[in-house]
């Protein structure tokens, strides 16, 4: 069937979708949908929290096929555009185009520098699509928090860290020094590494 563009500029455009989408499947028709909402907005950050409210909903409710993110603005360019679409999907599970990283807040128990290592750590893995890594400073919160991660790489003392596949401890207190190497093993050894 035909490609299904279906924009709205209303306020209360997510129900107004939604609706048209919920009538769709009622006459049981299975066209693919592109959502499309149209934005003003010259701060990328403005953006990301408007369009991630209005077509994050509709993709997580299991709507929708495609993002069109139009901004009339010339501030933000096409490509920071392009890029949230692709955000907005990866959360939604709708599509995975890159790794995740789950990393806690950071606090008085952190044993290292958290926003260093995560750095560090996205720098060597970010071409791994669909990996996610779980970054805690901490063995107090960081296991539960990550609960859901491929791999996890926990603080475990001052200058030290413990390295999990899912929830299973793998290596224990390892210099911090050589953790990152050894992450990057671990996922090599475990077949979910592809080269860069």
């Known amino acids: 069937g035909r490609i299904v563009l279906l924009k709205t500029n ?9 609706a048209a989408l919920l009538t769709m499947a009622g006459r049981g028709l299975t066209n693919p949908v592109i959502i499309q909402r149209t934005y003003d907005e010259s701060d990328p950050e403005v953006l990301q929290i408007k369009a991630a409210a209005d077509l994050g909903p509709l993709f997580l409710d299991g709507f929708g096929d495609a993002i069109r993110i139009e901004n009339l603005n010339p501030a933000i360019p096409q490509s920071e555009i392009d890029a949230l679409s692709l955000d907005i ?53 960081g296991p539960g928090e990550m609960a859901d991660a491929d791999y996890g790489y926990v603080g475990a003392g001052p200058g030290r860290i413990t390295l999990y596949k899912g929830r299973t401890v793998v290596e224990r207190n390892i210099p911090q020094e050589e953790a990152l190497d050894r992450l990057v093993e671990l996922i090599k050894k475990n077949g979910d590494w592809t080269p860069a």
């Open 10 to 18: 209303t306020l209360n455009g997510i129900a107004e979708q939604r």
């Open 89 to 141: 999907l990866q959360t939604a599970r709708v599509r995975i185009s890159k790794p995740e990283y789950i990393a806690c807040p950071s606090c008085g128990r952190t044993l290292y520098d958290l926003q260093e290592t995560l750095a560090a750590i996205k720098a060597r893995t970010a071409h791994l699509v669909g990996v996610k890594i779980g970054v805690m400073g901490c063995i107090v919160n």
